[in-house]
């Protein structure tokens, strides 16, 4: 079933990890998709070919999350290339490991530009061009909404207002049939935090499953949330994280 059939998708950070594997579940399904991401082209390029191989289009466009320029001229230029935009997935996101009374402002700012102004400036972008009945998913983190781990404050800090951006702008937003949601993943296997780090152990101790999350169980949610079943589904926090808030 193509459920996505025709639909325009962005998906930000989707060169590895995560934001790749929404990007090529969602083509998989029908959908044109534009991807953004900053140092790695050769890896961008490889998602836009597989993508290109089922039939669909699919573009890759160079912009730092950090960057409100950047962003909104990705978004345009998806726009222009592919005709609109049904489905934005703010996936970019970065994590620096700290303590907080260490922290410095050059962490906590690239945390905050990244993962809260990056999806506020794209989300208002994709809004221009984006049809009634379109979908904004945010991946957030379980962290958002209670957190486990020494190290992450800052980060959870910026998760938690990922979820607080989603539940209020559902209601700005729902009376074009646009939803709004917040995927939350606990440990998923990625650069960014590799099931094999040193960081991994602690993190599937406080799984119900005990073992890391794959980043296509991720994709899979994306795709039903994108899709027209959960066009009811607006506003919501959806935990993917082996139980970890459980
Ligand atoms: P990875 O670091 O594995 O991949 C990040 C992707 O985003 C790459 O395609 C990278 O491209 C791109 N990217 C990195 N920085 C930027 C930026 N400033 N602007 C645009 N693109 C960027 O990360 P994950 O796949 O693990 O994480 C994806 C999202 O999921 C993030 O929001 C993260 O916070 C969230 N998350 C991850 C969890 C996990 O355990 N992995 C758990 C909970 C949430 P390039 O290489 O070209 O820079």
Redesign the pocket.
């Known amino acids: 079933m193509s459920v996505l059939k025709d639909k325009v998708v962005l998906v930000?950070?989707?060169?590895?990890?995560?934001?790749?594997a929404i990007a090529k579940r969602l083509a998989s399904e029908g959908a044109d998709v534009a991807i953004?991401?900053?140092?790695?082209?050769e890896?961008?390029a490889k998602v836009t070919k597989e993508i290109e191989k089922t039939g669909r289009k699919a573009l890759a466009v160079q912009?730092?999350?950090?960057n409100p320029e950047a962003v909104r001229s990705a978004v345009e230029q998806t726009a222009k290339a592919l005709g609109r935009i049904d489905v934005l997935v703010n996936?970019?996101?970065?994590?620096v490991p700290n303590s907080f009374e260490n922290a410095t402002l050059n962490e906590i700012d690239r945390m905050i530009d990244?993962?809260v102004r990056?999806v506020l400036v794209a989300t208002q972008a994709a809004l221009k061009h984006m049809p009634d009945g379109g979908r904004i998913i945010s991946?957030?983190?379980?962290?958002g909404e209670r957190n486990l781990t020494p190290g992450l404050t800052a980060y959870a800090a910026t998760?938690g207002a990922v979820k607080m951006f989603t539940q209020s702008l559902a209601r700005e937003v729902g009376s074009r049939d646009i939803t709004v949601n917040n995927i939350?993943?606990?440990?998923?296997?990625?650069?960014?935090?590799p099931a094999s780090g040193d960081w991994a152990p602690s993190q599937v101790v406080n799984t119900a499953l005990k073992r890391y999350g794959k980043?296509d169980e991720v994709a899979d949610l994306v795709a039903f949330v994108a899709s027209p079943a959960a066009a009811y589904i607006t506003g919501a926090n959806l935990t993917i994280d082996g139980g970890t808030n459980g």
């Open positions: 930000t950070g989707g060169s590895r990890g995560i934001g790749a953004t991401y900053v140092k790695d082209a890896a961008a912009a730092d999350a950090a996936n970019a996101g970065t994590a990244i993962n990056g991946i957030g983190s379980c962290v998760k939350q993943p606990g440990p998923i296997d990625t650069d960014l935090n980043v």
